[in-house]
């Protein structure tokens, strides 16, 4: 390779251009070229790649750049690296002279920020007042600052403009941070930590975490504790959206909760956000404490304080039409989730009730890890950046997931594995990062993956069988066992790779996946530790066949619950009604809870039955509704976790009077899909027929009904909005039932 360096101009541009050389003998056709910035050029860990080339050199001068930057720091010395390349070795033009110019355009642009880039960082103070208006910061003029890993959130690409902050971490190792839109020409704003372990602005950057939309409206919201008191970190800002510039507030506080009291988290979040959501907590049967997000808002996280001891009743409710709800809490600093639930976005049916609740017990203790299981494995999906802990000690488990059959590179189960799970909903390619995080130290983690092949996929019950998952069905398509405290996974251009053993360097080759597969990944420590580890995982690419990045390539419902439902279903027997189900395994069951509903949209509980707690075989449950309703009664399951976590089963329903003559329509109103039950007193062919509020005919369908219960869909989003009437009509024209349906 070849070196040259440059100082920067005042203007921070800088425009650099290649071609083939016009004389001599030996002339490079192909080249590579890596451009760094370096405090210290004796010192590698100190240079900073901000750009790169790699291609066929024009034999004229080029019409456009090569490579161009903008906003770099002025009087900055750039470090120019020339190199042949691994894919040109057999070309006999792979070495040779090449011609380089560089130029410094537009000396007129707007000068930047002073906070453009880290080393120009604002000092954030705690504990001043954050106004929304007028707003100390903004993007406006800034650039994107090259080098530093891309935040994983907030729509961060190649046009955004980013400004920076830094904080000296407080005594508590706690820190709040919040962005609001500011005035003038406001801006959205969303936000990454950072830290570079005690090195300083010129150091390599590590991301801790990234936000867009956990704070109040469109503000994005850090809450984060366990930073080293006394250390320097950095906070990256940037508007989204087209314009990519504009004002918000930046603040900074250092929450400490009342004595005797810990802190709580509550993250409220929302798929299609078109209401308010809220949640209740009541300390000790105290008065109801409200806490809500903005009208409209897609997420948001809260901080609670709770005393030591206390029982703390959280209510979760919403107003509005909320869709693909999820709402959670955890103690501030404790990687287990105390509660979490996940609502979906339903297609057609009833809606999820409107109120859920959950009862803490003895505030501020521990809480048990999650166990070490592939049956536990979390999903995880693009685009989000995940995060989680390995434990420094085994937590039990229900099998030995991990033999000499299928292990791999990895050369036990050790303390603290992970397991991770993905679906694609589409064929692609996938890489990934794995980064410890703990005190802004990457730690040595290894991790493996296997493809368990095409899955059975139920959207309203998950219900994947452990057994097709757990353990996996053989080797790792992907597996590093690198002994290196450093990043980890999978790299975008690297080909050929795809294993790794202790002399690794931790990168291996993008995954190929194919839509409709479970992947399972764990995660473990590189080393014996008995030290509890922070990581994240960034995606780095997801791509559809075509090389397009599809941000809804990987399906984010839970694809792994604690309970394989079967079957659920629900019978009149006299005067009572036999609610029953079966399971094909459980992992770490506690109880099955009975909901009862009279319009399959608002339930309660009427009973509960004692789970079998962990097994591999089929087992038979059944509960009596002694007291049913009159008319239609609409039963589900919620599953219970021994964690609290839960989860919601299919809804069935059962009658308990004669319904001929009387069908029943759900949801009504509807938008588009109904279903449509009654109890039928013939066997045989019938027609379902859809008339205007004048009788004219505009719809008919033909099914097979046997004497009993008729349950039967219907698609019904060709209407128009109004008011229809559906009848049931027997092969000799005999109208056996009507029913009113209103179409928005």
């Known amino acids: ?73 002025a009087g900055a010395t750039l470090y120019v690296r020339f190199h042949s390349l691994q894919s040109a070795q057999s070309a006999v033009r792979r070495y040779g002279q090449f011609r380089f110019r560089w130029v410094a355009p537009n000396p007129s642009d707007p000068t930047p920020p002073a906070n453009n880039q880290p080393c120009g960082a604002t000092p954030l103070a705690f504990n001043v007042s954050c106004p ?90 850090i809450i984060r504790t366990g930073l080293v008191p006394g250390q320097t970190y950095y906070v990256r800002a940037w508007a989204q959206g087209s314009s990519a510039q504009g004002n918000f507030s930046l603040c900074i506080s250092e929450p400490i909760p009342p004595a005797g009291s810990c802190f709580y988290l509550i993250d409220l979040s929302a798929q299609y956000p078109n209401g308010t959501q809220y949640m209740d907590v009541t300390i000790n049967g105290g008065a109801p404490t409200t806490y809500s997000t903005s009208p409209g ?22 107003s509005g039409t909320m869709g693909g709800t999820t709402y959670r809490v955890i103690r501030l600093g404790d990687p287990t989730v105390l509660w979490e639930q996940t609502v979906g976005v339903p297609v057609f049916g009833p809606q999820p009730p409107a109120q859920y609740r959950f009862t803490l017990n003895n505030a501020c203790q521990p809480l048990v890890p999650p166990v070490s299981d592939c049956l536990g494995a979390k999903t995880v999906c ?65 991790f493996a993956i296997w493809d368990a092949g095409a899955i059975t996929y139920m959207p309203y019950m998950p219900n994947i069988n452990a057994d097709d998952l ?25 080909n050929g790779i795809t294993q790794e053993g202790n002399g690794g360097w931790g990168w291996l080759s993008p995954l190929s996946i194919q839509a409709d597969h479970a992947y399972l990944i764990a995660l473990v420590h590189g080393k014996d530790t008995t030290v509890n580890v922070q990581y994240q995982m960034r995606w780095t690419q997801y791509t559809d066949v075509s090389g397009v990045t599809s941000n809804t390539m990987l399906d984010c419902t839970s694809l792994v619950l604690p309970v394989e439902l079967l079957s659920i279903d629900a019978q009149a027997k006299g005067q009572e009604i036999e609610v029953t189900w079966a399971t094909a395994s459980e992992s770490n069951s506690s109880h099955f809870i009975i909901e009862r509903s009279p319009d399959a949209k608002t339930f309660a509980d009427i009973g509960s039955v004692e789970a079998a707690g962990n097994s591999q075989s089929r087992i038979d449950y059944h509960f009596t509704d002694q007291h049913p309703f009159p008319g239609a009664n609409y039963y589900r399951l919620r599953q219970v976790d021994r ?77 128009a909005a109004g008011a229809y009437f559906v009848q049931v009509v027997t092969a000799d024209g005999r109208a056996i039932g009507t029913a009113q349906l209103m179409k928005r």
């Open 1 to 73: 390779d070849l070196w040259r360096k440059l100082i920067v101009p005042a203007s921070g541009n800088v425009n650099m251009f290649l071609a083939r050389a016009t004389t001599g003998s030996m002339t490079a056709w192909t080249i590579g070229v890596s451009v760094y910035l370096a405090s210290n050029c004796t010192d590698p860990s100190t240079f900073r790649q901000i750009g790169a080339f790699q291609g066929t050199l024009p034999l004229t001068a080029p019409t456009s750049t090569n490579l161009s930057f903008r906003c770099l720091p």
């Open 132 to 221: 929304v208006s007028p707003g100390p910061g903004g993007s406006i003029d800034a650039c994107n600052t090259p080098g530093i890993p891309t935040p994983a959130c907030g729509g961060f690409d190649g046009s955004s403009r980013d400004v920076w902050y830094s904080f000296v971490a407080p005594p508590s190792g706690t820190v709040f941070i919040e962005a609001s839109t500011g005035a003038g020409f406001p801006a959205d704003p969303a936000m990454a930590l950072y830290t570079t372990g005690g090195s300083g602005c010129n150091g390599r950057f590590t991301l801790i975490e990234c936000d867009a939309d956990q704070g109040a409206g469109n503000g994005a919201r």
């Open 297 to 318: 808002d897609a997420s948001e996280i809260i901080l609670v304080a709770i005393p030591t001891g206390a029982t703390a009743l959280f209510e979760y409710y919403n």
């Open 382 to 446: 693009t685009p989000n950046t995940e995060f989680g802990t390995l434990m420094g000690t085994l937590q039990p488990g229900n099998r030995y997931d991990l033999t000499a059959a299928n292990m791999g590179c990895l050369s036990t189960e050790r303390n603290g594995i992970a397991w991770l799970i993905f679906r694609p909903v589409q064929n692609g390619t996938v890489a990934f990062w794995f980064d410890g995080t703990t005190n802004g130290n990457t730690a040595d983690l290894d």
């Open 470 to 494: 757990c353990a996996p069905p053989g080797p790792p398509v992907r597996c590093s066992s690198a002994r290196r405290n450093t990043s980890t996974g999978l790299q975008p251009g690297l």
């Open 643 to 719: 964690d609290g976590r839960f989860a919601h089963s299919d809804i069935v329903v059962a009658f308990m009077d004669d319904r001929s003559g009387h069908p029943l329509l759900f949801p009504n109103p509807t938008t588009g899909r109904v279903e449509l039950l009654m109890d039928i007193p013939v066997s045989g062919p019938v027609m379902v027929l859809i008339t205007d509020a004048v009788g004219r005919a505009l719809h008919t369908e033909f099914t097979t009904a046997e004497h009993g219960a008729l349950r039967y869909p219907l698609d019904v989003s060709p209407l």
